[in-house]
């Protein structure tokens, strides 16, 4: 709860007129205590999961051949009740287990800094560190990853989210109820070590749902604009891994590809990639001008 009665008690305190976007903020946030703001975040993600994806769903049951020619594995084509299902449990998930996570979580995120108050901040301290979230969790993402690939992690564990080898975009947090927990804490790290604002803590959140969603969409549209992002993975990297499935030792990055680069766990990836291109190239673009990865 901001601790000012009035806009103008606010703007005494920072010495300067409040900006438009500061006084939206306070004529929202004011009277709302700071655990109320913090349970915001539940909504947002309810929210975007169940609109975000919406596009890649209807492509997908569109099957229009304009798109289709950009899918990645084009012979898996799940049903609308498949994606429905997927869904569902999506959000059952987020009803018994993201929520409590992020209701019993709050007292952690007043802990580290993350405040509510003025001022609002700039566009590059919020650019900056967003850039540290998701380096930070990108890395820690990956070794946690690739534990749950071990024999033990994977049965017990992993497998569940492997249910999809042709990922759809609705399956990007369908998981086992441990691993939602175990993966919570790289997406928690970067605000614990570089706490900012809240409404930066809720851009990160939708933003690394953002990424989950379109590397788990089964399409690789060469107009995305995440093409023009350094090192970004997107679905074709990550589509890779749900081909291999159990047996996946590559490509466990979440976000970039430098980690799966330095570590030496992209070779299949990056084998498959040129023979599939040799193969393109031999028959002049032929079957499998999509660019994707075949399965029977």
Request: aromatic letters at 18%; proline letters at 6%.
């Amino acid at each position: 709860m901001l601790p000012y009665n009035s806009i103008e008690a606010a703007a005494a305190h920072l010495g300067r007129n409040l900006t438009y976007a500061e006084t939206l903020w306070f004529n929202y946030s004011a009277d709302k205590s700071d655990d109320v703001l913090a349970c915001h975040n539940i909504l947002f993600l309810c929210l975007f999961f169940s609109v975000a994806p919406l596009p890649f769903v209807f492509i997908q049951l569109l099957r229009s051949p304009f798109f289709e020619k950009h899918k990645i594995q084009p012979k898996i084509q799940p049903s609308a009740a498949d994606i429905f299902n997927c869904y569902k449990d999506v959000m059952l998930s987020f009803f018994f287990v993201v929520g409590p996570l992020q209701l019993l979580s709050y007292p952690s995120v007043k802990a580290v800094g993350v405040h509510t108050g003025l001022p609002l901040p700039s566009i590059g301290e919020i650019s900056a560190q967003l850039l540290v979230y998701f380096l930070i969790e990108d890395y820690t993402h990956y070794w946690i990853h690739r534990f749950l690939h071990c024999k033990w992690g994977y049965e017990k564990i992993h497998k569940v989210h492997h249910h999809y080898t042709s990922p759809i975009a609705f399956a990007a947090p369908y998981a086992h109820w441990a691993e939602i927990l175990i993966l919570g804490i790289p997406s928690f790290l970067g605000p614990a070590m570089v706490p900012g604002h809240i409404t930066t803590f809720w851009l990160w959140f939708v933003l690394r749902q953002m990424e989950a969603i379109d590397t788990h969409s089964g399409y690789d549209f060469p107009w995305s604009v995440t093409k023009y992002i350094p090192f970004y993975g997107g679905a074709d990297h990550h589509d890779y891994h749900h081909y291999v499935g159990g047996q996946s030792q590559s490509n466990f990055s979440s976000v970039f590809t430098y980690c799966d680069y330095i570590y030496g766990t992209d070779k299949g990836y990056r084998y498959q990639k040129k023979a599939l291109q040799k193969l393109r190239e031999g028959v002049n673009g032929g079957e499998d001008g999509d660019g994707g990865f075949k399965s029977d």
